[in-house]
C-alpha cells in the first residue's frame, strides 16, 4: 500500500521585516523586528506537516543554490526526518529567497522575491521511483522552467503530473498568487492531471476571469460558480478554494463541502505568511489518511489558525489532534 507525500516546488528562504507602516514610494518606514525562516510551498508544507505529526514517509524534491542557504534548507530537512536525496544543488543561482514586509498591526504582507535555484527546476529531476501515495507541487507560476510550454500546447508541468499519476501517485498542486494575465495559459494544461487542487479566491478569479468577491469581501456563491469554469476546462478532480472566511471544496459531480475559518483577533497574528501553505498541509493530511472531505477541511482552518499566531509560517502550528481541539473551542463564524 503506498503511503507517504513527495513534496515538490519552491525551496525559499523567507527574509521577514516587521515593519510599522507600508510605505509610499520614496517614503520610509520603521522595521520594527527581522528574522530568518522557511518558505515557499515545498518548504512550508513539508514543515507544517512535520509540525502536525505526520508520521508517514515525506521526500523533497527541488533546487538550491550551492549556498548557505540551501545548506540550510538540507540540515533542516535531514533534522525533521526528511529525505533529500532528490534536492539537487546548483552554482548557476542562488537559492531562492523573499524578502516580507509584514506591517505589524495587520499581518499583511508584501512580497520582493528571487526565483533563483527555483527557476531550474525542470522535468528531469523527477524519478518517481518513491512509493508515496501522494504527488504535491507547488507553486505553479513560480516554477520557470515547469511552468513553460511546449510546442503541443502542453507545459513541462502538466507532462510531469500525468507522468505522476501514470505512475500511481495522487497529484496535488497549488497556485501563487501571481498579478498577470498568465494563469490560464500556465495552469490549465495540467487541470486534467491534477486530482487535488489548491486556490485563494484571487487565484480563482485569475484562472476564471469570473469575479470572486462583492464590495472587497469574499462571496461563496461567486467561488461556487467561478469554480465551474475549471471543470470545463478538464479538471475532474477536487477543486479547494481558501480565503479569508472559510474555505470550499467542489468536486466535479458539484459535490460542495464549506467550511467557515476559525476568528482571529487582529492583535493576535503573528503573520499571515504561510497561511495558506499550513491549510494545504492540513487538508492533505486529512487526504492521506482517508478522512472525509470535511474533516479534512477542517483541519485544515486549524492548521491555518494555529499557523496564523507565530511570525513564522510554520512554528505556531501544533499537532493535529491539537489544532482540532483548538477548533472545538471556538465558534466558526463568517465576518
Known amino acids: 500500500m503506498r503511503k507517504g507525500i513527495l513534496v515538490a516546488g519552491n525551496w525559499i528562504i523567507d527574509q521577514v521585516k516587521v515593519i510599522d507602516v507600508y510605505p509610499k514610494e520614496e517614503a520610509l518606514a520603521n522595521i520594527l523586528e527581522e528574522y530568518t525562516t522557511n518558505g515557499g510551498c515545498a518548504y512550508n508544507v513539508t514543515k507544517a506537516l512535520k509540525r502536525l505529526g505526520f508520521a508517514a514517509p515525506i521526500t523533497a524534491v527541488g533546487m538550491v543554490g550551492d549556498d548557505e542557504n540551501g545548506n540550510n534548507i538540507l540540515k533542516d530537512c535531514l533534522q525533521m526526518g526528511v529525505e533529500v536525496v532528490n534536492i539537487s544543488t546548483t ?4 537559492t531562492s529567497y523573499t524578502n516580507v514586509m509584514t506591517v505589524k498591526s495587520t499581518g499583511m504582507r508584501t512580497f520582493f522575491h528571487n526565483r533563483g ?11 518517481f521511483e518513491s512509493k508515496s501515495k501522494i504527488f504535491h507541487l507547488g507553486y505553479l507560476l513560480l516554477l ?7 510546442r503541443d500546447g502542453q507545459t513541462h508541468a502538466s507532462k510531469l503530473l500525468k507522468q505522476a499519476q501514470e505512475k500511481g501517485f495522487l497529484t496535488s498542486v497549488d497556485l501563487v498568487s501571481e498579478d498577470s494575465e498568465r494563469f490560464r495559459d500556465v495552469v490549465n494544461p495540467s487541470l486534467p492531471y491534477i486530482n487535488y487542487l489548491f486556490m485563494n479566491e484571487f487565484e480563482l478569479s485569475r484562472l476564471t476571469g469570473m469575479p470572486t468577491q462583492t464590495n472587497g469581501k469574499t462571496s461563496l456563491n461567486k467561488c461556487i460558480s467561478a469554480t465551474k469554469k475549471v471543470f470545463e ?7 479547494i478554494v481558501h480565503f479569508k472566511e472559510g474555505a470550499v471544496a467542489i468536486d466535479k459531480d458539484n459535490s460542495v463541502f464549506f467550511q467557515t475559518a ?19 498541509a492540513g487538508v492533505l493530511f486529512g487526504i492521506h489518511e482517508n478522512w472525509s472531505v470535511q474533516k479534512s477541511l477542517e483541519l485544515g482552518v486549524a492548521t491555518a489558525f494555529s499557523s496564523l499566531q507565530h511570525v513564522s509560517p510554520s512554528e505556531g502550528i501544533q499537532s493535529y489532534t491539537a489544532c482540532l481541539d483548538i477548533a472545538k473551542l471556538y465558534n466558526y463564524n463568517l465576518d
Open 91 to 94: 552554482n548557476l543561482k542562488p
Open 117 to 127: 535555484a527555483n527557476a531550474l527546476l525542470n522535468n528531469s529531476h523527477f524519478q
Open 144 to 150: 520557470d522552467e515547469l511552468d513553460s510550454p511546449e
Open 262 to 280: 476559525i476568528k482571529i483577533e487582529a492583535t493576535k497574528i503573528g503573520s499571515t505568511v504561510g497561511a495558506g501553505d499550513a491549510f494545504a
Open 233 to 239: 476546462n478538464g479538471f475532474e478532480g477536487l477543486l
